[in-house]
């Protein structure tokens, strides 16, 4: 998924952080709308655009890690940031996840603990019905994160100065290998996926604004303007099942990419800062998108306690409640967890004592984070 400046970073980007609020909310929403369906036998195909919030994910992700890795951070220092930032709250919700897989799946279906390591490796996997997910299947954004995060690493330290053009023909390369082997293996498949594009798409518009380009404030409108609508578009075509997941680069990503564009252009006017206290979702969004499909099972159990009646006081309770639930966990789970294992935290604990090593520690925040487009229809919840 999205990530807002790393540490130290000089620029925040505050209509970035809103739309990765926004983002996270979009999934939420597709999330609960499709247990609606599955539990209630209503129509989910309303809310069936939320599910494009993770192609903003993806390009914001690689927005945000071209612009804050562009002085110079070491690979090293890159991946071990990365890894205390996205892992400590994804190994909780996986290891959730897997104890209620012993409950949920008793049939015999269940996860196994190969499966459980391999999803702690971020190694992309296929699951128990044959989907390429991890044991906590929203975390297969995440495979496709570690990836893209493997790839700008690597770039770095093999062409410095020239590391997105390397990146870009390591992702390239490895999409048309995909393109034209069609591998058939959970691994070869994620990675050589055309979602890498995305991310790509990320760091290009992050190159232009390092460049000083930026489209007339009008112009950056109607992009914004421009995106959401196509992604509506595409919501439509995949309501009528028009396009496959191979193309959802395309008919969602591109659009994505447009309304990031937009909002990043938006930036240098300041348009952003009477919204400011807003843009604190976009900090809460990485715990909202982790902390959600818990809190969706549980409206699904009272959707099905419906008796085949669509309630939607219940998918807006779970909403509610899932916002709050990312807020709590956010500020007393995901934060004290980064900065436990941030690197150097130890060290800096000794060197400035227990009572302020948690102050003088800055967090970046990011969000973590495919299948058939069938797997999006049939989210395991």
């Known amino acids: 998924m999205g990530a807002p400046a790393e540490s130290g970073a000089a620029e925040r980007f505050l209509g970035v952080q809103i739309l990765r609020g926004l983002a996270a909310a979009m999934v939420v929403v597709f ?53 205390a930032r996205i892992f400590p709250l994804y ?10 897989s012993f409950k949920t799946m008793a049939g015999g279906g269940g996860e196994t603990l190969a499966r459980l390591a391999a999803s702690l490796a971020f190694f992309p996997t296929f699951g128990p019905k044959g989907e390429i997910a991890p044991v906590f299947e929203p975390g297969w954004t995440l495979q496709y994160e570690a990836m893209f995060y493997a790839a700008l690493a690597l770039a770095s330290a093999l ?19 995909g393109a034209l082997l069609s591998p058939r293996g959970a691994a070869l498949a994620c990675w050589t996926s055309p979602l890498l594009l995305e991310f790509l798409a990320g760091c290009l518009i992050a190159r232009l604004h390092d460049a000083g380009f930026a489209p007339p404030p009008r112009v950056a409108a109607a992009m914004i303007a421009l ?4 992604l509506c578009a595409g919501a439509a075509l995949a309501a009528g099942a028009q396009f496959t997941q191979h193309w959802r680069w395309l008919v969602w990503g591109a659009p994505a990419a447009v309304i990031v564009a937009g909002v990043v ?31 969706a099972s549980l409206a699904g159990l009272a959707l099905r306690d419906a008796h085949g009646a669509y309630a939607p006081p219940v998918a807006l309770a779970a909403f509610a409640l899932s916002l709050a639930v990312a807020a709590v966990v956010h500020a007393r789970i995901e934060q004290p967890l980064a900065r436990a294992f941030s690197p150097g935290a130890a060290a800096r604990a000794v060197r400035v004592g227990p009572a302020r090593a948690a102050d003088r520690m800055s967090v970046p925040d990011e969000l973590g ?12 919840l």
Do not use: C
């Not at 209503?42 to 690689?62: K, M, Q, R």
């Open 31 to 83: 999330h609960l709308g499709r247990m609606a369906q599955l539990r209630a036998g209503a129509d989910g195909a309303a809310t069936l655009v939320g599910a494009a919030g993770v192609d903003l994910f993806f390009v914001i992700s690689g927005f945000i890690m071209a612009h804050t890795t562009r002085n110079g951070l070491s690979p090293g220092d890159f991946l071990r940031r990365r890894l």
């Open 227 to 230: 995106g959401a609508g196509l």
């Open 91 to 100: 190994a909780l919700a996986t290891a959730l996840a897997f104890a209620l």
């Open 159 to 177: 062409a410095p100065r020239r590391r997105l053009v390397l990146l870009a023909a390591m992702l390239l390369g490895a999409v048309g290998a």
């Open 369 to 380: 984070g495919q299948g058939t487009f069938s797997r999006l229809k049939s989210f395991r």
């Open 265 to 295: 252009a938006l930036e240098r006017t300041g348009v952003f800062a009477r919204f400011a206290s807003v843009a604190r979702w976009g900090d809460r969004s990485y715990a909202l998108y982790l902390t959600h499909p818990f809190v």
